[in-house]
């Protein structure tokens, strides 16, 4: 199960929104072992794509730096849909290389409604999971 703090709900949704018709794409930080999502960290679609997104290499290199120096962890791996359910595609799955991670995928389709939905992706094999919203972290 994911557990997040609204707030960093939010912020995903803002930016999926914000790059839209775009993917937009980001790292949620965290301690090593917590398995709390704390640094949000937007990163840029290297695509520049409504159906594909890829990291910077170079952002990327600096971004995961970065956490090891703080003993971080990426908790959760975001990205947007912007025609299609929150599902992830055969290139999600592909590109799916830290196996403890949260990958969570918010589809920004539609205008009004919002589906956010996190999965594990192990070995190519997606489980969606239960995410449970929080307003802070107890």
Known sequence: M????RELVD???AHGRADHPDE????IAGLVGSD???RF????NAERSPTFYRFDSMEQFRVWREMDDRD????VI???HTATEAYPSRTDVSYASEPNAHYVLVSTASEDD???RSYRIVEGVITEEPVKIVEAYG
């Open 2 to 5: 994911l557990t997040i703090a």
């Open 11 to 13: 912020k995903i949704v």
């Open 24 to 27: 937009a794409c980001g790292v």
């Open 36 to 38: 709390r999502p704390e």
């Open 41 to 44: 960290i937007p990163m840029e």
């Open 72 to 75: 971080e962890e990426p908790v």
């Open 78 to 80: 975001y990205h947007s």
């Open 114 to 116: 919002v589906e956010f």
